[in-house]
């Protein structure tokens, strides 16, 4: 269940409420395109935004309209006991597993963070994975700190962040977290500019933003690497430099919404405010990227 391709679907907001709507459009896209998992309230999908009920809400539309598709459900806050009520939620509209990222207002400490994740396994029965996303939490995971919570009973998977572009280095970080983790946990790359790189060094799974709003590009992608048609994943990668490049200069979850405004999936200012998204200027160059890749 912890491989392949998971995607990450945004959330999108109308007048500052779900648009469950284009929600539970995204969602039958994305099973429809044959991911393999699918995460509802991930980053891409402004979980940190939105209140308990909201939450619980996109957790039911997700598993409702997923089909055969297992759905994660991302379920970090503030507080412990505010985790293991998502938790709670999470398992009650039926998700297969949980996304756990240590949310915080003042810093927290790997013993923190530690202490969060075995409260967690403790109290749930789900398999839980582990997402390192230090661009939005502020806290980086070291390679001991991932094998002392990949111990815990239920972890199943590492999220980890991007790679360093040479495939040498890669792999060695790579191996290095292999090494420290249980048989059974498997590793997930995001940052989708070195997704190829990533499944290349010996990840097991892509944890996709594009994936939620264009889940047939990152199929694609996906299956290359799954296939050892390790040429053709590069050139592909290749191909998709402009978009790639968007990604870097304003953020991944700027660009996918954009993408799912101009393509139709999403109202228009589909973010979360104070999250502005992208100007008009910026919007036409993510059409133009779009057209020119065929993306649409």
């Known amino acids: 269940m912890f491989t392949g391709l998971s995607a990450f679907p945004l959330t999108p907001l109308h007048d500052d409420q779900v648009d469950e709507k284009a929600f539970v459009g995204l969602v039958q ?23 308990r009920e909201e939450r619980q809400r996109v957790a039911n539309l997700a598993v409702e309209n997923a089909g055969d598709v297992p759905v994660f459900v991302g379920i970090g806050a503030l507080r412990t006991s505010q985790v293991l009520a998502n938790a709670d939620d999470a398992a009650q509209a039926g998700a297969s597993a949980l996304l756990l990222a240590p949310m915080s207002y003042q810093a927290l400490t790997a013993d ?7 409260a967690v396994t403790e109290h749930t029965d789900l398999p839980v994975i582990v997402y390192d996303n230090p661009g939005t939490t ?20 590492i999220k980890i962040p991007a790679l360093p572009a040479n495939s040498a280095e890669a792999h060695k970080k790579v191996q290095e977290i ?20 990533g499944l290349k060094a010996g990840c097991d799974v892509w944890y996709s933003v594009i994936g939620g709003t264009l889940p047939e590009l990152a199929v694609k992608l996906t299956r290359f690497a799954q296939n050892g048609e390790v040429s ?8 998709l430099t402009l978009l790639w490049e968007l990604n870097a200069e304003f953020g991944s979850l700027r660009v996918v919404a ?20 992208l100007d008009e200027q910026q919007r036409a160059r993510v059409k133009t990227v779009i057209d020119q890749l065929d993306l649409a």
């Open 232 to 239: 053709e994943a590069i050139e592909e990668s290749v191909r």
């Open 112 to 118: 923190d963070v530690f202490e969060l994740f075995r």
């Open 258 to 277: 954009a993408i799912a405004e101009h393509l139709g999936l999403a109202p228009e200012k589909c973010l979360p405010l104070p999250i502005q998204g």
């Open 29 to 51: 896209r994305l099973a429809a395109a044959g991911v393999d998992s699918i995460t509802a309230l991930g980053s891409t999908g402004s979980y940190a935004y939105l209140s």
């Open 138 to 157: 502020h806290f980086t995971f070291t390679t001991d700190l991932y094998a002392r919570i990949a111990q815990l009973p239920g972890v199943a998977s």
């Open 178 to 197: 292999r090494s420290a983790i249980p048989e059974n946990v498997t590793i997930g790359i995001s940052g989708d500019q070195s997704a190829v790189g």
